[in-house]
């Protein structure tokens, strides 16, 4: 599930890059940015046992040609001081043995790069707690898909505490039944804050089992995910010292829907 949110996150911070060096204006962060800055791209899920951490070049457009962003090999990370190991190029792992990432838990990144000192850190949120869904299936029907006004669904709630923000994600069946042709079978929400969503029916591609996931984010990957899906990109925002990027932590929870097919 992490995995989806890496890929959107990367290729959209690679965008900020190239938005950057094109020639916008106006204050951005308090340290000088220019082709030499690096993005991190980080996402620490509670109750795991490792952790990683991404790298990358800034990709630029430049008037006669492009830097493409490229992975960035060799650095030294650490993690609350212990030091991360280089699993491929640009990635940088730790395993924690039997040790899992725990709420309330504080992490802090810190390596060099190119004469500066790149830092970030997070706090762990608590788990997502008391998940449920109502009802538990639906039928399914071909028309819902393309009614706007179909009210129908289901309704998420969780224990909300603290004030969080949410991120949902749909995982439904991938299969050729469905009425967008197969293609699409996850669907990410904008984050939010509350206690509770309407998933409407339509968003149930499929017949089958569908999987609900309920992230809990912090206010950085929030504020993050909301400028770079909005339409002023000339003004992003970063989370991590003499970097783009970001070093976050989140918890999980997820909740199965069935979509049945209607008897004739």
């Avoid at 952790?51 to 492009?66: G, H, W």
């Avoid at 950085?220 to 010292?241: C, G, H, K, Q």
Wanted: charged residues 20%; hydrophobic residues 35%.
């Amino acid at each position: 599930m992490n995995k989806i949110q890496k890929i959107v996150l990367n290729s959209r911070l690679s965008i900020i890059g190239c938005i950057l060096l094109a020639g916008c204006s106006g204050s951005l962060m308090d340290y000088d940015i220019d082709t030499q800055t690096p993005v991190v791209e980080s996402f620490l899920q509670e109750g795991t046992n490792s952790l990683t951490v991404k790298v990358y070049s800034m990709e630029a457009y430049l008037t006669d040609e492009v830097d493409v962003s490229e992975p960035l090999g060799g650095l030294t990370l650490k993690v609350n001081d212990k030091i991360l190991t280089e699993a491929t190029k640009g990635t940088y792992t730790l395993d924690l043995g039997e040790d899992t990432i725990r709420e309330n838990q504080v992490f802090h990144l810190l390596f060099d790069y190119n004469g500066k000192t790149i830092e970030g850190s997070t706090t762990v949120p608590a788990p997502v707690q008391n998940l449920r869904v109502a009802p538990q299936s639906l039928e399914y029907s071909a028309w819902t898909f393309w009614d706007d006004s179909d009210t129908s669904g289901v309704l998420v709630s969780w224990d909300d505490p603290d004030g969080s923000y949410y991120q949902l994600y749909i995982e439904s069946p991938n299969t050729s039944d469905m009425p967008s042709m197969g293609i699409f079978g996850h669907r990410m929400l904008q984050p939010f804050k509350g206690n509770s969503y309407q998933v409407a029916a339509r968003e149930f591609r499929s017949v089958g089992s569908h999987w609900i996931y309920v992230y809990r984010i912090d206010k950085d990957y929030a504020e993050l995910y909301e400028r770079i899906s909005s339409t002023d990109l000339a003004n992003p925002v970063s989370f991590v010292t003499n970097a783009f990027g970001i070093f976050t932590s989140m918890s999980m929870g997820r909740v199965g829907v069935r979509v049945y097919e209607a008897e004739d």
